[in-house]
């Protein structure tokens, strides 16, 4: 999930800094520390819940990029800095 939504960033087309790429360390850490406890009946819950929080966060971070990137392009061609 956490490749799937980067993927979906670079299929965008923009050029975009690799300093972007930061905003997936913190779900790559939660992803890893949901794999790390014990495996019992009485950890699975957690580690669960803390690996669906770590994809909804790299998805839903995807998506706040390409949103911000597409109101900067909208301002900055309302404001007429863009020619398309």
Known sequence: MLLMAYADILSSGLPLDHGLTLGYLVPLA????????????????????????????????SKLVMLVAILVFLVLLLTGNVQV
């Open 30 to 61: 939660m992803v890893a520390a949901s794999l790390l406890p014990e495996r019992t009946m009485r950890r699975r819950p957690t580690r669960v819940t803390l690996g669906l929080l770590a994809c909804c966060l790299a998805f839903f971070y």
